[in-house]
């Protein structure tokens, strides 16, 4: 048998060793390099993320401060008032999330809103967005103030894509945008009213936003400007019910209840989600009613529908996955929300978007 022997000499010799490497000044890690703009923070992995809300201060560490606060928040007062009414024995084994627009079936009811320069949140902006809503399977409504053509997020997109225009400036040049626009795939054109002065994210300023929308809708204008359109034409910014009656009077196809990322929000203002009801119950079915503003969770897109809309459009949640993780982030995303809704159906007993209504949802007094 052979035995190991430890000798005097060896055993202080490793403690010499251990001595020498305690008395070493502790190794410092190599500080990761940090981008412009970057917040103090760790950026938590994708994959641990739990919900949209956690996309947010990820963003924020990520973006330059201005660029941060143009995308920064949402008045979520309304959503709070709003609970659900979970329904049991209803047989939810055979969950369908599509819905019908224009003709054309999407996944889901939820579709990525129109915001202009995405470049300023992420290199690849809009090809990195629209490559996420086609992996998704989501519609993306494309903003004619994109940081790329429309030729190249066309090229780039494997799924239905909107695009968007605002009416004002030089109207042959608005509508030989909009028809290049078209002719490149886009399958509806979504007009966005009363924002004429826009930051460098393509939101309204607050300045302008009041004398805007409290001017009458110009038709003569969007008359000429859908003309020759050959796709629906929606009406975004719409946030009264007289205002959607007098839309689908002259020949609109849809409305989007928007108050331009909340700009035209205040203490004393409805959100968009307020003043839903009223304006589905003025529409009554005539055109498709869409909605953005604020939507966080797949329980707010929920409520949403049961209030009457049909879809809902995203805007800060997609920049805040696409300025933190990129198109992974993105899709990422989409797809929490995609999930989320069909929890949220199940839980209610609502088995397809058709059957969602009022019922399950009840509006509690502020």
Same mark, same amino acid.
């Given at each position: 048998m052979k035995i190991n022997l430890i000798t005097r000499r060896k055993t202080l010799a490793g403690m010499g060793?251990?001595?020498?490497?305690?008395?070493?000044?502790?190794?410092?890690p190599t500080p990761l390099p940090k981008l412009i703009g970057e917040r103090p923070g760790r950026i938590t992995p994708l994959g641990d993320l739990v919900n949209v809300l956690e996309f947010e201060p990820m963003a924020e560490r990520k973006l330059a401060s201005a660029t941060y606060a143009s995308v920064a928040g949402g008045d979520r007062t309304f959503f709070e008032r709003i609970t659900l009414r979970p329904r049991m024995m209803v047989s939810t084994v055979d969950l369908d999330l599509?819905?019908?627009?224009?003709?054309?079936?999407?996944?889901?009811?939820?579709?990525?809103?129109?915001?202009?320069?995405?470049?300023?949140?992420?290199?690849?902006?809009?090809?990195?967005?629209?490559?996420?809503?086609?992996?998704?399977?989501?519609?993306?409504v494309v903003s004619s103030e994109s940081s790329y053509s429309i030729d190249k997020i066309a090229a780039a997109s494997k799924t239905?894509?909107?695009?968007?225009?605002?009416?004002?400036?030089?109207?042959?040049?608005?509508?030989?945008?909009?028809?290049?626009?078209?002719?490149?795939?886009? #399958? @509806? *054109?979504?007009?966005?009213?009363? +924002?004429?002065?826009?930051n460098a994210t393509g939101a309204p300023s607050? %300045?302008?936003?009041?004398?805007?929308?409290?001017a009458p809708l110009n038709w003569a204008y969007i008359d000429k400007l859908r003309q020759g359109i050959g796709v629906p034409v929606l009406l975004k910014g719409i946030m009264s019910a007289e205002e959607a009656?007098?839309?689908i009077k002259n020949g609109v196809q849809g409305i989007?209840?928007?108050?331009?990322g909340?700009?035209?929000?205040?203490?004393?203002?409805?959100?968009?989600?307020?003043?839903?009801?009223?304006i589905a119950d003025a529409v009554s079915g005539r055109v498709p009613v869409l909605i953005d503003g604020s939507f966080?969770?797949?329980?707010?897109?929920? #409520? @949403? *529908?049961?209030?009457?809309?049909? +879809?809902?459009?995203?805007?800060?949640?997609?920049?805040?996955?696409? %300025?933190?993780?990129?198109?992974?982030?993105?899709?990422?995303?989409?797809?929490?929300?995609?999930?989320?809704?069909?929890?949220?159906?199940?839980?209610?007993?609502?088995?397809?978007?058709k059957s969602i209504d009022r019922t399950s949802v009840k509006i509690h007094d502020a």
């Open positions: 060793s251990l001595a020498a490497a305690a008395s070493l000044p502790a190794q410092q599509t819905v019908e627009l224009f003709g054309e079936k999407m996944f889901a009811p939820i579709l990525v809103g129109p915001t202009a320069g995405q470049q300023a949140f992420h290199p690849d902006g809009e090809l990195a967005m629209v490559r996420a809503a086609s992996a998704a399977k989501t519609v993306m239905t894509l909107w695009y968007q225009v605002y009416p004002e400036g030089d109207l042959n040049a608005i509508q030989a945008r909009a028809k290049q626009a078209i002719q490149a795939g886009c #399958k @509806a *054109l979504c007009i966005t009213l009363g +924002a004429p002065f826009r607050p %300045a302008s936003v009041a004398g805007a929308k409290n009656d007098a839309a989007v209840v928007s108050n331009h909340g700009l035209l929000t205040s203490a004393a203002a409805a959100s968009t989600l307020e003043v839903l009801p009223s966080r969770r797949g329980t707010d897109i929920f #409520k @949403a *529908l049961a209030l009457g809309a049909r +879809a809902v459009l995203l805007g800060r949640p997609p920049l805040w996955a696409l %300025a933190a993780y990129g198109q992974d982030g993105v899709q990422n995303l989409l797809e929490k929300l995609q999930t989320e809704v069909g929890r949220t159906m199940g839980g209610c007993g609502k088995p397809t978007i």
